[in-house]
């Protein structure tokens, strides 16, 4: 098979919406990754009043992703589409879910906006603008957008619902799964674990951490662990819940320290 035969989406295990938090949903897409394991490309549904798609997947995933998600909410009632940040797996169907889902705006930051403007052409009326640390209410609860600590954009927002304590954390605390694909973290060996991530923070997401100021490093993790997170919903990793999200927070403070795994 020829590289550009390559398709993720029929080969990978199938791994369908988990929810996570009444009425909050991780749509999973799993991709082969280095040394026998998966990698996930993750999105997610907030099924309320008004209906929240967080993320759009990607390209590959296009049928599945759409299948996943209108299998939870019709096209015609989603109602708005958070976009942590325009990296390609993360708005590989927002042109698509903008045409197919007419009552559904797009939310993105005011400096990203001009970005999803000047490259993707989604008209500014499609658009509601939310910068860092700023609540919007979507219906039934409010929403923050919170940055997290590590991120490859720095336009980068993640998403915090107060109301389930669900953190989506866009490309934080990614971590590949070894061996048979997984729902949540911690059914992974702990040092697969641990390895995993520090992995994949330093090769791909954020080689800059081991440059950072420490002190200023480990001040921004608290203010997000002063959150009542109860989950982390990572586009690139199974779902880390109950004890594993304060294990989660001290693997990422470790990095700047942590040896560079090869
Ligand atoms: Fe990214
Ligand atoms: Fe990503």
């Given at each position: 098979?020829s590289?550009f035969d390559?398709?993720?989406?029929a080969?990978?295990?199938?791994?369908y919406?988990?929810e996570?938090?009444?009425d909050?949903f991780?749509?999973?897409?799993?991709?082969?990754?280095?040394?026998g394991?998966?990698?996930?490309?993750?999105?997610?549904?907030i099924?309320g009043?008004?209906?929240v798609v967080?993320?759009?997947?990607?390209?590959t995933h296009?049928?599945?992703?759409?299948?996943d998600?209108?299998?939870?909410v019709p096209?015609d009632e989603?109602?708005w589409?958070?976009?942590?940040h325009?990296?390609t797996?993360?708005?590989?169907?927002?042109?698509e879910?903008?045409?197919?889902?007419?009552n559904a705006?797009?939310?993105?930051?005011?400096?990203?906006s001009?970005?999803?403007a000047?490259s993707?052409?989604?008209p500014f009326a499609r658009?509601r603008?939310v910068?860092?640390?700023?609540?919007?209410?979507?219906g039934?609860r409010?929403?923050?957008a919170l940055?997290?600590?590590?991120?490859?954009s720095?336009y980068?927002?993640?998403?915090?619902?107060?109301s389930t304590g669900?953190?989506?954390?866009?490309?934080?605390?990614c971590a590949p799964i070894p061996?048979?694909?997984?729902?949540?973290?911690?059914?992974?060996?702990?040092?697969?674990?641990?390895?995993?991530l520090?992995?994949?923070?330093h090769?791909s997401?954020?080689p800059?951490v081991?440059?950072?100021?420490?002190?200023?490093?480990?001040?921004?993790?608290?203010?997000?662990?002063?959150?009542?997170?109860?989950?982390?919903?990572s586009a690139?990793s199974?779902?880390i819940?109950?004890a594993a999200?304060?294990?989660a927070?001290e693997?990422?403070a470790?990095?700047?320290?942590?040896?560079?795994p090869?």
């Open positions: 098979m590289h390559f398709d993720p989406a080969t990978a295990p199938r791994q919406p988990l996570v938090a009444p909050t991780c749509i999973r897409a799993l991709t082969p990754s280095v040394g394991t998966w990698t996930n490309l993750n999105s997610m549904v099924r009043a008004e209906p967080v993320d759009t997947g990607m390209v296009r049928e599945q992703w759409f299948e998600v209108f299998s939870l096209a989603l109602r589409i958070f976009v942590s325009i990296d797996d993360h708005a590989g169907n927002l042109i879910a903008l045409a197919r889902c007419p705006a797009m939310i993105t930051s005011r400096g990203e001009f970005r999803v000047a993707l052409g989604v658009m603008l910068d860092e640390g700023e609540c919007f209410a979507v039934d409010e929403l923050t940055r997290p600590p590590v991120y490859d720095p980068t927002r993640g998403l915090f619902d107060e669900v953190y989506y954390a866009s490309d934080a605390f061996g048979a694909p997984v729902d949540w973290t911690d059914e992974i060996d702990p040092d697969l674990w641990a390895e995993g520090a992995r994949f923070h090769a997401l954020c800059w081991a440059l950072v100021d420490p002190a200023k490093y480990q001040a921004e993790i608290d203010a997000l662990a002063r959150r009542a997170i109860g989950t982390i919903v690139h199974p779902v819940r109950g999200v304060a294990r927070f693997l990422l470790r990095l700047p320290a942590a040896a560079v090869a």
